[in-house]
């Protein structure tokens, strides 16, 4: 599996949609809100996208250093968004 773009990602919004930007600048996604969304939405979205390498980061961290996670239905569960995320 490929890495992500590397952190910190940046949330911008741009009016009529969202951006994700990457550490160097570069857009990573673009969120436009639908006629289901609204602009609430589109910009709960992407602050959640741009959170995600931390995210990830901090679930695998918190998965390595709580060894009293593992077996748990949390443990369970970071394990699976961590598969999630990483394509495992």
Known sequence: MTKHTPAPWKFKDT???????????GTIATIIVTSKGTPEEKKANARLIAAAPELLEAAQKALD?????????????????IAKATGK
């Open 15 to 25: 009016g009529a949609s969202a951006k994700i930007i990457s550490a160097d600048g």
């Open 65 to 81: 250093d709580c060894v009293d996670l593992i077996g748990t239905e949390a443990g369970y569960a970071l394990e699976a968004a």
